[in-house]
């Protein structure tokens, strides 16, 4: 089993819906989580972080659940503009808690 | 905030052929460095991580190694590339002090092709 799990995609919906994508992980002692954001041929950048009791930034709204391993990005209203593939990201609780990256989500928001 | 600095963008070289990618880091001191390695439709996989100079740790066994002779330069390498090798290898640093984001900061990456 892969230690982050997501769905690659594409999800494509229309301007102005409303879009969801989760993430599954397996090391139960992970401690910090994160949505980073990949445009096509481009580096990754941090979106948002995703604390326990979920958090919002704008339209995205990032939820962790941690009884069932999961965590996930709602994304609302959405725009040309975030078409993009969504990373999932976890910590681990080793000394080093390294950042594992999923292989990602994508999203096409069309006219 | 931190500025990653990588080159070369693009690279096309014969297999056999030898590598060396270089990134420079400008905005933090004693950052964590590390080498990822995107594949086509793939996750990015750490190669190699550095917690200072002349510190590398190896994350998967390969035909790569990494060195870190300066605070703020790290750098991959490879004696003889496989078709194997061709990806987006992604420079990141984290600052050592940032506990809250845990936030990594990508240089804009250099994509190799081995033909």
């Known amino acids: 089993r892969k230690e982050v799990e997501q769905d690659p995609g594409p999800f494509n919906v229309p301007e102005g819906a409303t879009v969801a994508f989760n993430c599954t992980y397996s090391n139960s002692a992970s401690q910090s989580f994160f949505w980073y954001r990949q445009d096509c041929r481009k580096e990754p950048k941090l979106l948002m972080s995703v604390y326990s009791s979920g958090n919002e930034d704008g339209r995205f709204t990032a939820q962790l659940n941690r009884a069932s391993q999961y965590i996930s990005l709602l994304i609302r209203d959405s725009k040309l503009s975030d078409s993009a593939t969504y990373l999932c990201?976890?910590?681990?609780?080793?000394?080093?808690?390294?950042?594992?990256f999923g292989t990602g989500t994508r999203l096409l928001v069309s006219p | 905030s931190q500025t990653i600095h990588q080159w070369p963008a693009t690279l096309v070289q014969p297999v056999g052929s030898p590598l060396s990618l270089e990134c420079t880091v400008e905005g933090t001191s004693n950052p964590n460095l590390y080498w990822y390695r995107q594949a086509a439709g793939r996750g990015l996989q750490l190669l190699f991580y550095?917690?200072?100079?002349?510190?590398i740790s190896s994350e998967v066994p390969q035909n790569l190694s990494a060195s870190r002779p300066q605070d703020r330069q790290f750098i991959l390498s490879s004696k003889k590339l496989l078709l194997s090798d061709s990806g987006f290898y992604l420079c990141a640093a984290r600052d050592l002090w940032d506990t809250n984001t845990g936030e990594l900061f990508f240089g804009e990456g250099s994509r190799l092709t081995v033909l």
């Open positions: 990201v976890v910590r681990g609780n080793t000394g080093f808690q390294k950042l594992v």
């Open positions: 550095s917690v200072g100079i002349g510190q």
